[in-house]
């Protein structure tokens, strides 16, 4: 830290995005990136679109939001376009929590909202998942703050039925709850039906995993257009240019071919399944998943012993050392051959306990 450092950041610990690794070629499975490329439109749509990269981006990013809006059956004016949803995440944080008004989450969760509470100054509660790292709902009813939930939660990957959501979002009208469905694409119920009812509902989401699209940063924000326009304030106010050229033109040609996407989201469901029944075997205990991974801890092996092992024969898969959750290890799903490959080390090790 240099001298220069605001005092206000002294206590401030970073995110920490998953490691990548560049002393040899891994199998890839710690970010819960997707396991197929971009559709190819998008190639041709990207080249054609660098050469306007002297201009600006249009900062409406007009075009991309009546495509979005096209695809999810919304207005453009419910929607807000962002630099992957970690951005409209924090924003969220920015514009809806202050020192009276705390984010409110649970204690194992996706782990940059306490950062953004950092960073953003405002206090923050977490309350802790059952035994059964699921969430208790009612623990949300009536909350005086602002609430976030990741629905899929990560990284337990369980996910919460929409009308238990509904029933959160019923009990605090006066506070925001923001559901983050980073991964809702892999079998769970989107919130985005809800937000023409609730006007206390910002549901966020992105491109990175159901659509293959995690290096391009895009991500969005649905609501109601009020609550929409707080945010594009708070957008306007700190990088209006937030989305560049090349990922807008990659975005629309990235819609117009959705079932494409959506096809990819089923093969995924399907090898996450089996790789599910191959850990069982093994003795693992595996989380129900509604996401593109999957949450799993073995009783005879430690999650960071297993980690530390697959990551010398080749394979990257994340753990993490909370206390809660440090038998566990998230595990990304791969291609088919990528998963057999993993199944097949991770019998190899089992073996040799
Ligand atoms: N929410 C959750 C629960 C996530 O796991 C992630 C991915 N790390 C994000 C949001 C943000 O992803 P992105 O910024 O790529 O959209």
């Known amino acids: 830290m240099s001298r220069f450092f605001s005092d206000k950041f002294a206590e401030l610990e970073a995110y920490v995005p998953g490691e990548q690794p560049k002393d ?7 970010t819960n990136e997707n396991a197929f490329p971009p559709h ?4 041709g749509a990207v080249q054609e679109e660098s050469a306007n990269l002297h201009l600006y981006p249009d900062p409406e990013c007009r075009d991309l939001r009546e495509e979005l809006a096209k695809t999810l059956g919304l207005k453009a004016d419910e929607l807000i376009l962002t630099n992957g949803s970690d951005e409209i995440l924090n924003f969220a944080f920015m514009a809806f929590c202050d020192r009276h008004i705390p984010a409110v989450f649970p204690d194992i969760t996706y782990g940059f909202y306490p950062v953004f509470a950092k960073v953003d100054q405002v206090p923050y509660r977490e309350i802790p998942l059952k035994d059964d790292l699921t969430i208790e709902v009612k623990d949300y009813f009536q909350t005086a703050g602002t609430i976030f939930i990741a629905n899929p939660n990560a990284p337990t990957g369980i996910a919460l039925p ?3 959501i509904e029933e959160i979002l019923q009990t605090n009208p006066y506070n925001v709850v923001v559901v983050d469905e980073a991964y ?7 919130c985005l039906p809800l937000i023409r009812e ?3 509902l910002l549901v966020t989401q992105t491109f990175s995993k159901s659509r293959s699209l995690a290096g391009g940063r895009l991500g ?5 257009p009020e609550l929409i326009r707080d945010l594009e304030t708070i957008r306007y106010s700190t990088n209006p240019y937030n989305i560049d050229r090349l990922t807008l033109a990659a975005g629309i040609a990235c819609l117009k071919n959705d079932e494409y996407n959506m096809k990819n989201c089923r093969i995924i469901m399907e090898t996450r399944e089996w790789t599910r029944k191959e850990l069982e075997k093994f003795g693992f205990d595996v989380k129900p998943s509604s996401t593109n991974f999957l949450f799993a801890r073995h009783p005879g092996l430690g999650g960071e012993e297993l980690y530390r092992t697959l990551k010398e024969k080749g394979i990257l898969i994340r753990h993490f050392s909370l206390e809660r959750i440090k038998d566990y290890n998230r595990i990304s799903i791969g291609t088919r051959e990528q998963m057999e490959k993993f199944i097949a080390v991770v019998g190899e090790i089992i073996q040799q306990q």
């Open 162 to 164: 929409r009308n238990r």
């Open 40 to 43: 190819p439109a998008i190639a």
């Open 198 to 200: 609730y006007d206390n």
């Open 220 to 224: 969005f924000g649905a609501g109601n």
């Open 184 to 190: 809702v694409d892999f079998g769970a119920e989107s």
């Open 24 to 30: 040899q070629q891994y199998i890839k499975l710690n």
